[in-house]
């Protein structure tokens, strides 16, 4: 079912900071910052060529990883996402494997602005995992 692994997604304390590790310490490629407020995060995109890292901070009070930073107030890996073909036959397969999806399990539009749903970490193993169609 999954293809690639499209990004590793990391809640980081400060955007800046996470930035300049990653650019000036590292030397990766990294975007600007990007406000997705649809979302309630902010984004910065490190490209790697095989795959991407998502250093992201909560976007105003109602941001889903608000309380993942006060959880991890250093910052922490928040989300591994792969590909898959078709989302849809993803939600049919894992329905009938019983795989939990969150929220009403159907598919929402992500933060690329393709369909994404995420799977309970409770049964992966403690890792969120989102599945993005490509
Ligand atoms: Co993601």
């Known amino acids: 079912m999954i293809g690639k692994l499209n990004h590793v997604a990391i809640v980081v304390p400060n955007l800046n900071e996470a930035k300049f590790k990653y650019k000036d310490i590292l030397g990766a490629t ?3 910052i990007e406000h997705l407020e649809v979302h309630g995060v902010s984004i910065i995109f490190v490209n790697l060529g095989n795959t ?3 250093l992201m ?6 941001s889903p ?3 993942f930073l006060e959880k ?3 910052g922490a890996i928040h989300h591994v996402c792969y590909e898959v073909k078709s989302i849809k036959n993803s939600i049919s397969l894992l329905k009938e494997k019983g795989i939990e999806i969150i929220g ?3 598919p929402s539009i992500g933060a690329h602005g393709k369909p994404v749903i995420f799977l309970k970490p409770k049964q992966f193993d403690g ?8």
Request: no cysteine; net charge negative; charged share 35%.
């Open 30 to 32: 990294v975007s600007d």
């Open 72 to 74: 991890n107030p250093n």
């Open 52 to 54: 991407k890292i998502e």
């Open 104 to 106: 009403d399990g159907s």
């Open 65 to 67: 990883i608000k309380k």
């Open 57 to 62: 901070h909560p976007l105003g009070e109602n």
């Open 127 to 134: 890792t969120l995992i989102e599945l993005e169609e490509v």
